[in-house]
C-alpha cells in the first residue's frame, strides 16, 4: 500500500462528502484572495475542529491544491499526526529562535501537496509572550507565496483568555459548535470578536 493509500484510508468518507462544500467555498474564496489564512476554531469542540481541518486540508489537496496546516493547538499534535503523519516535532519557535525564516519549520505529510508545521505545547501566557517576541504574523504572511491555502488550528477558545492573539493571524474563519446544545452568549461573544479583527466568517459547521 502507498504512502498516499494509507493516508486516505484513515479519512472519514462521509465527514469528506459533508464538507466538500465548504472546501469548494475556500478554494474559490482564495484563489480570489491568495494571501487569504483560514483559522479553523471550537469554543468546546477541539477534537471536531482538529477534524474539520485535517479533513478539508485533504479535499483540497486532492484537487492538486498546496495546502499548508499550521497547528497552534500544541495538545492536539497527537490527533492531528494520526491523519497527515508527518513525522514532525513541534518546532514553531524552536525554529524562529534561530531562524528568521518560519519556512524552515514546514514538514511534508503523508498526504501529497499537504505540508505542516506544529506549535510547542506552551502555557498561553508563554504563547502570547513569544508570538510578539518573533512576531509571528509577519513570519506567516510570507508563505501564503507558496502555498493555495493556509489553515491555522486554533486551540480551544474555552481555553485561552487572549484569543485575538491568535485571530490576528487570519483573514477568515470557520468555527465547528455542537449539534445538541451551546452556549449562545459566548458563541455570540466569539463571532463578534472575530468580526472585530476583520476576519471574514465562511460559517458555522454542527458536529455532534
Excluded: C, W
Excluded at 491568495?34 to 471550537?42: A, D, L, R, W, Y
Amino acid at each position: 500500500m502507498s504512502s498516499n493509500e494509507q493516508s486516505e484510508s484513515v479519512f472519514d468518507k462521509d465527514l469528506l462528502n459533508t464538507l466538500y462544500d465548504t472546501a469548494i467555498a475556500i478554494r474559490k474564496e482564495n484563489k480570489d484572495n491568495p494571501k487569504n489564512k483560514t483559522i479553523f476554531s471550537s469554543l468546546t469542540k477541539q477534537a471536531a475542529t482538529v477534524e474539520a481541518t485535517v479533513h478539508i486540508a485533504y479535499l483540497l489537496a486532492s484537487l492538486k491544491d498546496r495546502v499548508l496546516i499550521v497547528n497552534l493547538d500544541g495538545k492536539s499534535f497527537n490527533q492531528v499526526e494520526t491523519y497527515i503523519n508527518s513525522k514532525a516535532k513541534p518546532n514553531l519557535f524552536t525554529t524562529l529562535k534561530t531562524s528568521m525564516f518560519l519556512s524552515e519549520a514546514i514538514q511534508p505529510t503523508s498526504v501529497e501537496r499537504l505540508d505542516v508545521i506544529h506549535i510547542e505545547d506552551l502555557s498561553d501566557e508563554e504563547i502570547v509572550t513569544k508570538f510578539n517576541e518573533y512576531n509571528v504574523l509577519s513570519k506567516l504572511s510570507p508563505l501564503t507565496n507558496y502555498y493555495d491555502h493556509i489553515f491555522i488550528i486554533g486551540p480551544q477558545v474555552d481555553d485561552m483568555e487572549n484569543y485575538g492573539t491568535y485571530l490576528e493571524l487570519a483573514d477568515s474563519a470557520v468555527t465547528i459548535i455542537s449539534a445538541k446544545k451551546n452556549d449562545k452568549h459566548e458563541l455570540s461573544k466569539y463571532l463578534q470578536k472575530i468580526n472585530l479583527f476583520n476576519v471574514k466568517s465562511f460559517g458555522i459547521l454542527r458536529k455532534v
